[in-house]
């Protein structure tokens, strides 16, 4: 089975840069999604196929894979940008596999 | 604007069978070619991918669960179902319904719904 990590947590001052990593063995050679998860409320995808984002996402997100690495990154981060973050690829044997999930807190 | 809203029971007993059921609005359930998922997130834990029914009528169950597991589609209702047989508490968790198209991201999410085992 095919698996990936993520740090259980990241913390970021307002106005500042999150970024969450999301490791798995050659992960840069699959489409890597992101998506912001709150408690209540539809999960979003945020980021699709490594670096596009969807319709009505800021430009404040963005994505890269590359080697065993998909990162996500959001710059000028908001308080409203506080969420768990989950990353996704899709691996033959188990169809959908996703990231443990990292909890974005901002300071 | 397709939207999707999950329903159910809210608590099960162990050993029985579990149903669920996604409502979708905005769009028709078998037009496109779309893969209708079921996900979950236990407590605790992360989103775990469950199966999905194709516009087709194919399905595709995570092997884990495959043995306890049917997808169906109730095409006069816009609807597809969830059932899971032989529940225990490992079962309990936030089951939400997805919209994807294939191999890919699911772009298309409900809210989700509470399923407690006990």
């Known amino acids: 089975s095919y698996e990936l990590t993520q740090p259980l947590s990241v913390s970021v001052a307002l106005g500042q840069t999150a970024r969450i990593t999301c490791g798995g063995v050659d992960i840069g050679r699959r489409n890597v999604h992101w998506y912001q998860y709150r408690p209540g409320q539809a999960p979003l995808l945020v980021m699709w196929r490594d670096s596009t984002r969807p319709s009505g996402i800021p430009e404040r997100f963005s994505g890269a894979n590359s080697g065993n690495t998909a990162t996500l990154t959001i710059t000028r981060v908001q308080a409203g940008d506080e969420a768990e973050y989950f990353c996704q690829v899709w691996a033959s044997n188990i169809n959908y596999v996703f990231g443990p999930g990292t909890k974005v807190t901002v300071l | 604007q397709v939207q999707l809203q999950e329903s159910g029971p809210g608590l099960v007993k162990p050993s029985q069978t579990l149903s669920l059921t996604c409502t979708v609005s905005?769009?028709?359930?078998?037009?496109?070619?779309?893969?209708w998922s079921w996900i979950r997130q236990s407590p605790g834990k992360g989103l775990e991918w469950l199966g999905y029914?194709?516009?087709?009528?194919?399905?595709n169950y995570n092997p884990s669960l495959r043995s306890r597991l049917v997808i169906s589609v109730d095409t006069s209702r816009n609807q597809f179902s969830l059932r899971l047989s032989s529940v225990t508490a490992a079962d309990t968790a936030v089951y939400h319904c997805?919209?994807?198209?294939?191999?890919?991201?699911?772009?298309?999410w409900g809210q989700g719904t509470l399923l407690t085992v006990s």
């Open positions: 905005g769009a028709s359930i078998t037009s496109g070619t779309f893969y």
């Open positions: 029914i194709h516009t087709s009528g194919r399905t």
């Open positions: 997805a919209q994807g198209e294939g191999e890919d991201a699911f772009h298309i």
